[in-house]
């Protein structure tokens, strides 16, 4: 987003193109507005520093954990009318199957396109709800330390996020939300959207979908099955014992994930709580 504060350079790059004869064209692909929100929110979790559940980060969110891509795509808009620059701006769920295809004819202007295979790779997997409520909580005990200790040392944490990748299913939804949370969210940013979707510039609208067609479900715990727990409990039961006597932190943190569970089925949960006695 670079471009975005700094005209200088925008105007830079868009003079440069026109003295060598070219039209410089923007092109935008925004994902429906829960759709992105909630992926967004799940990057937070497995790769930042906040702790907000989703909902928080939607509604008030820590500081510097505001959700503001749309507050971006009002200011290219508005750039594009001001500097005169053309501006297209497309729905990437609607065209997620056949991008490159959508690109090139629409972007391109080619008419006949050559098929050849683009491998499918999943580069980013997606966790479940409990999965990223799992590394919330980790997070959130994490943070209670002294500020000299980086999230990003966290050998507990590394491991446990590897963990849940390797055993995790592909879900359709990463977190939970109640129908009057969904209610609250839609009434702070229908504004917003409406006022993009009125723009002439957008080839495309942004879709609020729906509740239902969310599918999201309505969580007050953590239902993990009991071979999940399990997975789980050996992980950090494994990590726990790795750790120096310096890590003291880390100890501290797994000990309180593991107060979030009331399970007495799990062996690596009856190894653990034996541990804490002696350890923590």
């Known amino acids: 987003m670079t471009l975005s504060n700094n005209k200088q350079k925008r105007e830079r790059i868009i003079k440069t ?3 060598l004869g070219f039209r410089l064209i923007f092109v935008m692909y925004s994902r429906n507005f829960f759709e992105h929100s ?7 979790i497995k790769n930042g520093n906040a702790t907000d559940s ?31 620059f053309d501006l297209k701006i497309f729905n990437y769920d609607e065209h997620a199957s056949n991008l490159f295809n959508h690109f090139c004819k629409n972007i391109l202007k080619i ?7 683009i491998p499918n790779r999943v580069i980013n997997k997606s966790l479940s709800s409990e999965d990223h409520e ?16 980086k999230l990003k040392n966290s050998k507990t944490f590394k491991q446990l996020k590897q963990t849940l990748f390797k055993n995790s299913e592909e879900k359709k939804v990463p977190a939970s939300i109640t129908k009057s949370q969904y209610e609250e969210i839609i009434n702070k940013y229908s504004k917003i959207i409406s006022t ?22 309505e969580k007050s715990s953590l239902p993990f099955s009991e071979k999940k727990l399990e997975i789980i409990f050996k992980c950090l039961f494994e990590t726990f014992n790795k750790l120096e006597p310096k ?14 569970f009331k399970t007495n089925n799990s062996k690596y949960y009856q190894e653990l709580v034996k541990s804490f006695s002696t350890h923590v």
């Not at 993009?196 to 479900?217: H, Q, R």
């Open 17 to 19: 193109f026109n003295d």
């Open 38 to 44: 909630l992926s967004a929110w799940g990057q937070t």
């Open 54 to 84: 989703y909902y928080k980060r939607m509604i008030d969110p820590q500081r510097n954990n505001e959700y503001i891509i749309h507050e971006r795509i009002l200011k290219w808009i508005k750039f594009s009318k001001e500097e005169n």
């Open 111 to 117: 008419k006949e396109i050559i098929p050849f295979q």
């Open 134 to 149: 799992i590394l919330r909580l980790l997070k959130i005990s994490l943070s209670k330390f002294p500020i000299e200790y």
């Open 196 to 217: 993009i979707n009125k723009s002439e510039i957008v080839n495309e609208k942004i879709i609020l979908t729906g509740y239902e067609d969310l599918k999201i479900e």
């Open 247 to 260: 890590d003291v932190y880390e100890k501290g943190a797994i000990k309180d994930v593991v107060k979030a």
